[in-house]
């Protein structure tokens, strides 16, 4: 009877041992797959995988769990004090690596959300089209630059057909004939050719080199 008691004991004291190891966490490579995060109340879900693209970002080193201990909620999410609006669009990039925003999305909050989670593809990519459109704005209209170039009816073909780009023909003035070549009028003609010229902000225009032929 006695062996029978201590073969109990050592079937006991196994399946203790059995449910203690739940406690501790498994190994790091077999982490969880799908991760949540509580993004200012809002859960939103995702991969290890997707969070990890960027090496540098806060949000893999949260989900690696290294140094940074975050608080979870009820659920286990990671809580993150942070606007849930422009969390979605900073999600989808890690996703597929474009930026997506809603027409009326401020980029400067997506900046700012680019910023705080250090996702450097994206910053640069918000300070690209922040640019851009910066200097759509300040763009100074166009001034129109007129020359006026005299020539003989022969050469009027000849003179608005090598008119180089960015030349437009304008207006024709006939100015009668002025020399006599023999027995042959040769009519004199104004041609009047504009061009637009673009300044850009600092004040330098960016007119093209190339002059009109005559």
């Known amino acids: 009877g006695v062996r029978m008691r201590m073969e109990g004991r050592e079937e006991m004291q196994g399946a203790v041992g059995l449910r203690c190891t739940w406690d501790i966490p498994p190994p790091a490579g077999t982490q969880a797959k799908w991760v949540r995060l509580n993004v200012g109340g809002t859960v939103f879900l995702t991969t290890r995988q997707t969070l990890c693209r960027e090496q540098k970002s806060f949000l893999c080193r949260l989900c690696q769990g290294e140094e940074l201990q ?5 659920t286990g999410a990671y809580l993150i004090d942070r606007d849930p609006t422009y969390f979605g669009p900073i999600l989808n990039f890690l996703r597929h690596g474009k930026l997506v925003l809603d027409k009326d999305m401020a980029e400067e909050g997506i900046l700012e959300e680019a910023e705080f989670y250090n996702i450097g593809p994206l910053i640069r990519i918000i300070k690209d089209r922040m640019e851009e459109k910066d200097y759509t704005v300040t ?3 166009p001034k129109h630059v007129y020359r ?6 022969e050469e009027l073909t000849q003179m608005v057909s090598t008119m180089s780009d960015g ?3 304008e207006q024709l003035v006939n100015i009668g004939s002025c020399y006599n070549y023999g027995n042959e009028d040769q009519t004199e003609f104004l041609c009047v050719v ?3 010229l673009y300044s850009s902000p600092n004040g330098l225009s960016s007119e093209p080199s190339h002059k009109a032929k005559v």
Request: charged share 40%.
């Open 70 to 74: 975050s608080d979870r909620d009820e």
């Open 139 to 141: 763009q100074v209209p």
């Open 148 to 153: 006026v170039l005299q020539c003989q009816e």
């Open 167 to 169: 030349w437009r023909f």
């Open 194 to 196: 504009s061009k637009e």
